[in-house]
């Protein structure tokens, strides 16, 4: 029973979270479109599951807190930082560069919500990840200070998911489970 209801269910919170997003957005409430909502929240899971490389297992759900704050506020200061650099006539002009930062984690979903991070974030573009997944390649919009840049990204970014993912720093120490 329990393994027929898992094949059903693969990941029971995305099924949830698709039929909420639908519902959602759906501008009428009819029962075709609850229906709809279900049958699409069911089979959406079922169909990408072979998609998914690990199962997920988060270790520091509080962390994820503090990680989607930090990027919800990147978000906007790089937005505002973004149209200002283009709206700007004179003074210095941009310095775009690729970065090659060097990788701690190596979970395929932290590599995976890194990316996605690094994207949502304007002024950044994830453009290349190692082979071996050692470092990433990232093109920026307008660099200061690389070095800077590279500490900010680990400790901003790959510290907080190496933590929710890995259960350990960014720097590799396994931290102590509360």
């Not at 029973?1 to 898992?6: D, E, G, N, P, V």
């Not at 990204?153 to 720097?171: C, D, N, Q, T, V």
Request: proline share 8%; net charge positive; with cysteine.
């Amino acid at each position: 029973m329990k393994a027929a209801l898992r094949r059903l269910l693969p990941a029971p919170l995305l099924t949830v979270a698709l039929a909420l997003l639908w519902l959602v957005l759906e501008p009428s409430f009819t029962g075709a479109n609850v229906a709809l909502a279900v049958l699409l929240a069911i089979v959406v899971p079922i169909v990408v599951a072979p998609l998914r490389p690990t199962p997920v297992r988060i270790r520091r759900p509080w962390t994820i807190a503090r990680l989607v704050l930090a990027v919800g506020h990147d978000v906007v200061m790089s937005n505002i930082g973004v149209a200002v650099a283009i709206m700007r006539t004179g003074g210095r002009p941009l310095r775009p560069a690729f970065v090659s930062i060097p990788l701690a984690i190596r979970d395929p979903n932290a590599l995976a919500a890194l990316a996605m991070i690094t994207t949502v974030v304007p002024g950044t573009v994830w453009c290349e990840l190692a082979r071996d997944a050692s470092a990433v390649r990232l093109h920026v919009f307008d660099l200061d200070d690389e070095a800077a840049f590279v500490a900010d990204y680990k400790s901003r970014y790959e510290g907080p998911l190496a933590e929710i993912f890995e259960g350990r720093g960014a720097h590799g120490a396994r931290r102590a489970v509360r």
